[in-house]
Structures are given as C-alpha cells and as structure tokens.
Nanobody, 116 residues
Framework: QVHLVESGGGLVQPGGSLRLSCVVSGSIFSSFPMGWYRQAPGKQRESVAIITRGSITNYADSVKGRFTISRDNSKNAVYLQMNSLKPEDTAVYYC??????????WGQGTQVTVSS
C-alpha cells in the first residue's frame, strides 16, 4: 500500500517562495512518473507539474516559469519549488502518481496560502 506525506506549505506573501516535499512509501517509487496537484476551494483538483521516471518535466501553463518539480529516487521524494507566488496559487497541494496511472490513495495534502 502506497502512503503519501506532503509537507512544506504555509502562508506567504505574493511574490514569495515555498518548497513542497512529498515522501512516498510502499512502492517502487523510481518506476513511476510523479505529479503535484492542487485543489482550490470550490474548484476541481488540477495537475500542476509532472516529472517522468527520466526526470522530464511538464507544467500547467499557469505555473510555467515559476514552479519547478524535481525528484530524488534515493529518498523516495518529489519536490515542488514555487517562486513568484500569486494569490491564485492558494490551494491544498497534493502529490501522487502521474495522471496516466490510476491514482494512489491521496495524502492529507499541504495548504498553501498566498496573501498579503
């Protein structure tokens, strides 16, 4: 059974930065593409960034140039560096397997709030 634990969220002013972390247990982590997803109040969960097994990355247009996804297979971890944050980035952020696979059970997520 896969267990996902996200961390690193918080309250930040517009223009600020945060680095999210996700540790994955119970799976052959390096065999799967991984993604960060977010869900804002009243909205559907959306894909933010994807990283393949070979570390090829893909981003939603809304975060391109501001967010960077990375992975460390030795730590079963995936990261999301978020710079130049905007109020519209406010959401609960989750990690999970890439969207071409059936999602694992979701973790608790980490809240990101961008506000002055």
């Amino acid at each position: 059974q896969v267990h996902l634990v996200e961390s690193g969220g918080g309250l930040v002013q517009p223009g600020g930065s945060l680095r999210l972390s996700c540790v994955v247990s119970g799976s052959i982590f390096s065999s799967f593409p991984m993604g960060w997803y977010r869900q804002a109040p009243g909205k559907q969960r959306e894909s933010v960034a994807i990283i393949t097994r070979g570390s090829i990355t893909n981003y939603a247009d809304s975060v391109k140039g501001r967010f960077t996804i990375s992975r460390d297979n030795s730590k079963n971890a995936v990261y999301l560096q978020m710079n130049s944050l905007k109020p519209e980035d406010t959401a609960v952020y989750y990690c999970n397997v890439g969207p071409t696979y059936s999602f694992w059970d979701w973790g608790q997520g980490t809240q990101v709030t961008v506000s002055s």
